[in-house]
């Protein structure tokens, strides 16, 4: 089964940085921040946490092994989920701020 081998720690890790990366977003351009707030949170904290590193070594080894299902589904789910959850934060914050 595809979901024993998948690395879900990585993905996870990767899917709250983007949504929590999405929701700043929002958050610095409703407040005017200066660009460097971005920055500090985009590629700082956002990208301390995240880790694209961890995520190409879990699918070289899946390569590596012919896990290609796995591999496919690995890829898929972490770029596909953490834009989905990128989107999500920027939908949920600009309701929180509209209201």
Known sequence: MIFNTLP???????VIGAFILGAFIVVSQQWNLDGRYSLFAAIGFC???TTMSSFALDSTNLLENNQYGTLAANIVANIGLSIGALIGGKSLMSAIISN
């Open 8 to 14: 879900l720690n990585v993905l996870i890790v990767n």
């Open 47 to 49: 990208g301390s946490l």
